[in-house]
């Protein structure tokens, strides 16, 4: 069967790193195709030289038999593509974002509509909202409808679903298998096995190389070190009596709509605590409360033994905090971000130059000392945010889904240093889509419309509902949503 991707001998480099190594494989027609690998192994600059966005210094990549250098004109009719950042105008609404989209490449929503009817008419009902104010799952839904109104012949896809809950993303997969029904050739790449596994072929991709190309099975099999790391081992802590953060009846209305419903839970100190749920249940809402970042519009807490209506700024004193957004500076040193953020929690310079260099220890990462945090793998700027958020030894630490988009491996190194911030006493509330990373929580609760639906450990909530891991009793409980997730995205 003749190829409609062709990537032969490509190589490219960022002054002394090399992002891409005599990078070579084909893609069939009507397939779905992995480009998978861990964080900084060139997946990305490869989808931005299939977009036409980057020149290769060598070697020559064709698309539908266009060549991206000399026909990239021509090239860019004829590909989708979804950069892993949101690639939409938050100011534009729905509705004005996909008839940009359509006019940028010459033709109109009217005529191609039946293309994105099953996904776009999901997100229809609120065409005059800014784009800005869509949940994860809506901005990616109407993500892929802008790269499809052209009717592309190859859809290019850099982690489409980062920072979407399960449920979402189930949905999102659907999508892509009825486009490849269509005839539409998919180029992909995902941190998440179930997502590797649909694909039908893949091309595993370290240090800028391509180390085999096979099915998805065939592949993590082999590489199993990185894609399937073994689960992460750690004794149970002792139940605590102490408690770090308590709330009773929590509520937090916008106007006449109800974000979070009467929410009440305790989380003792040193615990590992899971706080789930769909986009647009209520999670970030109430964690911006707990954090004394929002007052409650009734109920009462403390955290880290401060009341969450009157106590706002010693909360803050007390708590670290890690965003679903990547929380540093990315145009300063790594030294000099840790830096920053000590001298704001007013830490002495003895204690600041003693921590750093443990942390830089501890990470491996001396060598990147004086490196711009930009030039890092996401990996390791996500490690070294955590531990930047702890490094005034904090009583709490929030994190807010902060393993989106990062590899199975860095995943796991990630949670070794939340154990080790557990094990030095620091409570860890976090938020994640992934459910392997549930199943690491000391307990668990699932928040569904609002309301805390479940709270239990792990294996509590899969005897009582029934299910062999986490996945399936987030699914069941998921499901229960009434309310649309895009109104409080």
């Known amino acids: 069967m003749e190829s409609i991707v062709k990537v032969e001998g490509v190589s490219k480099h960022y002054g002394s790193v090399q992002a891409l190594d005599d990078v070579s494989f084909e893609v069939r027609p009507g397939e779905i195709f992995g480009l998978i690998g861990p964080d900084g192994a060139g997946k990305s600059t490869l989808f931005r030289m299939l977009a036409t966005l980057l020149c290769p210094e060598s070697g020559r990549i064709t698309v539908d038999g266009l060549d991206v250098v000399g026909d990239y004109r021509k090239l860019r009719a004829c590909v989708g593509y979804m950069p892993g950042r949101f690639s939409l105008y938050p100011d534009l609404t729905v509705e004005e974002n996909l008839n940009f989209f359509a006019t940028l490449f010459g033709t109109s929503v009217r005529e191609n509509y039946h293309l994105v009817e099953d996904i776009y008419k999901q997100i229809e009902p609120f065409k005059t909202r800014r784009a800005g104010k869509l949940s994860g799952g809506m901005k990616q839904k109407l993500a892929l409808s802008c790269a499809l109104i052209h009717k592309p012949v190859v859809l290019l896809l850099d982690e489409p679903t980062t920072g979407v809950d399960p449920v979402s993303r189930k949905e999102f997969w659907e999508m892509l298998r009825r486009l490849k029904r269509e005839g539409i050739t998919i180029i992909v790449s995902t941190p998440y096995l179930d997502e590797i596994r649909s694909c039908d072929r893949m091309a595993f991709l370290y240090g800028g190389a391509v180390k085999g190309i096979d099915t998805p099975a065939v592949m993590l099999e082999r590489f199993a070190d990185i894609l399937c790391p073994p689960g992460l081992q750690r004794e149970p802590a002792g139940a605590r009596s102490e408690c770090a953060i308590e709330v009773h009846d929590l509520v937090k209305r916008f106007g006449t709509f109800t974000a979070v419903d009467h929410i009440s839970f305790r989380v003792g100190k040193g615990e590992i605590f899971g706080f789930l749920g769909a986009n647009g249940a209520g999670k970030t809402t109430a964690m911006r409360m707990l954090c004394g970042l929002s007052y409650p519009t009734s109920g009462t807490g403390r955290v880290a033994g401060f009341d969450i209506n009157t106590q706002q700024e010693e909360i803050k004193k007390h708590i670290g905090y890690m965003s679903q957004k990547f929380s540093l500076y990315d145009d300063l040193k790594v030294w000099e971000n ?70 199975p491996k860095t995943r796991r190194q990630f949670w070794e240093l939340i154990y080790q911030a557990a094990d030095q006493g620091i409570t860890i509330f976090v938020t994640t889509h992934y459910m392997d990373e549930a199943e690491f929580c000391g307990r668990v609760s699932i928040m569904v419309d609002g309301k805390i639906r479940a709270l239990d450990t792990p294996e509590g909530l899969k005897r009582t509902f029934g299910e062999k891991d986490m996945d399936g009793v987030f699914h069941r409980l998921a499901r229960e949503a009434t309310r649309n997730a895009e109104i409080c995205g």
Request: net charge negative.
């Open 338 to 407: 840790i830096r920053l953020f000590a001298g704001i929690y007013g830490l002495s310079d003895e204690v600041i130059a003693r921590r750093t260099d443990e942390v830089l220890h501890t990470l491996g990462l001396e060598a990147e000392r004086n490196t711009m945090v930009k030039s890092l793998p996401l990996g390791w700027k996500q490690k070294l945010a955590f531990s930047v958020a702890t490094f005034h030894r904090p009583d709490i630490v929030f994190l807010d889904e902060p393993t989106g988009g990062v590899d």
